[in-house]
């Protein structure tokens, strides 16, 4: 079965990697403005993820996703799925409490955060932060493979993570050196790429901090830089997002055009980055009024993709190379719904499903070549879960199986979810 595996044909937790060499990966297409029309879903239920960053962060061209969902003790774990099946990886991890997956390549080969047992003060990933058991011990960027989970070395200093790994195993994240700034609670970080398990840092002209967030086939990389700050619930980061970057296979940095804004609110960040070196994020408009879903479709040209109607902000974070965007759009009072943005125009993601599974998806993270989406939604109960959405070519305009908004409103969160939501955008609605 392509996406959903019955439970005997899980023998071992690793059979899910087995299983996964049997998925023809698509090869990248351009970009095409009318090779996505009347698109249509249908939703797989990942099952629940708990609290953030709890759910799935990205899918890989071959339909393996990778994230992080809480354990029964409370703790949070890096996870893969593919289809339904779920995969642990954080047991037993590098020894410590928490992990959380960022990316995963066509070979299995997953990457994220993982605490040891080393002592240390900083939260670097925010595990306390977010509200897990209490661990006072390094969080360093992790490399897993063949069941095993490897850590990745830092610039000289205890913590960092890592966001993406492309099919050559090159690795893109954070990682702290050894200096510590005033008023920076954890040491100086910069962004990273990770060749044959050695970090070289990335250039960020003007500023001392930065991440790497995404890096494609061709080992170009996107992410941000700017100055330290408090950590921040929503981004995952000690970092006030100032220039969104971009930098080539040869470590060369650029600075990516903004929409008018300094950087005050969400910030300006490049998520994600296609393999015809299109990237997306979010940027400040002018004044820093509120902030908007963003394309770079070169170093040098920007384009606001703006917002659902009647809402008010929005974030790009995912697109693949047929150029189509995912993300989340937000109404006055921060609450998302997922879209996806196709020949110009963004639409709810809701409205294009033809079998909702009873979640209303507020949270599109990843898309692929294939034109699969992982993220989260709502139950009609409130509760969080991950879902798996596929594109379907059996639906038409006329299909009477679509839901509307009309059909299926947006749902009351419970009390858990809705805290969960208050976590992730606290810091940028401070009257939540």
């Known amino acids: 079965m392509k996406y959903s595996l019955p439970a005997g044909l899980l023998p071992s937790v690793f059979s899910v990697i087995a299983l996964s060499a049997n998925v023809t990966a698509q090869q990248p297409e351009s970009a095409s403005p009318d090779g996505s029309h009347n698109l249509r879903y249908d939703i797989l239920d990942l099952g629940p993820v ?22 029964q003790d409370g703790t949070e774990h890096a996870t893969i799925w593919l289809g339904t099946a779920k995969l642990d990886l954080g047991t037993p991890g590098l020894g410590g409490l928490n992990s959380f997956g960022l990316g995963v390549n066509e070979s299995a080969h997953g990457v994220g955060g993982a605490q040891t047992t080393d002592p240390n003060s900083e939260d670097f990933c925010g595990f306390n932060a977010f509200g897990f058991p ?33 099919d050559r195993n090159e690795v893109a994240g954070l990682a702290e050196t050894s200096a510590q700034d005033a008023n920076c609670s954890v040491r100086r970080f910069r962004p990273v790429i990770w060749k044959d398990g050695t970090a070289h840092a990335l250039a960020t002209p003007g500023e001392l901090y930065g991440v790497a967030a995404y890096i494609n086939q061709q080992g170009q990389a996107v992410g941000a830089s700017g100055s330290c700050s408090p950590f921040n619930l929503n981004t995952g980061l000690y970092l006030e997002e100032i220039d969104a970057m971009f930098w080539d296979s040869d470590g060369q940095p650029y600075q990516l055009p903004g929409l008018g ?7 300006n960040h490049a998520c ?37 109607s009647g809402d008010y902000a929005s974030l790009a974070l995912g697109i693949n190379d047929r150029g189509l965007v995912v993300g989340a759009s937000l109404d006055a009072d921060f609450n998302p719904r997922a879209y996806l943005w196709q020949q110009k125009a963004m639409t709810d993601l809701n409205t294009l499903v033809r079998d909702n599974a009873g979640l209303y998806l507020l949270l599109a993270e990843s898309i692929n070549n294939r034109g699969e989406i992982v993220g989260f939604g709502a139950t009609s109960a409130g509760e969080v879960h991950g879902f798996l959405a596929i594109p379907t070519d059996e639906a038409g305009e006329s299909d009477e199986n679509v839901t509307t908004q009309i059909a299926f409103p947006r749902p009351v969160l419970s009390d858990i979810a809705r805290e969960r939501l208050r976590r992730a955008f606290a810091n940028l609605h401070p009257g939540l």
């Open 50 to 71: 708990g609290p953030p960053p709890g759910q799935p962060f990205m899918i890989s061209h071959n339909g393996l996703s990778i994230g992080s969902a809480a354990d």
């Open 134 to 166: 209490m661990s006072n011990t390094t969080c360093v960027p992790f490399f897993w493979r063949y069941g095993v989970m490897h850590a990745l070395p830092t610039l000289g200093g205890p913590n960092g993570y890592a966001y993406m790994i492309n």
């Open 261 to 267: 804004g300094a950087g005050g609110i969400a910030g």
């Open 272 to 308: 994600s980055l296609n393999n015809l070196g299109e990237a997306v994020g979010h940027s400040e408009l002018t004044n820093n009024t509120t902030f908007h879903a963003t394309f770079w479709p070169s170093k040098t040209k920007v384009l606001d993709l703006g917002t659902l």
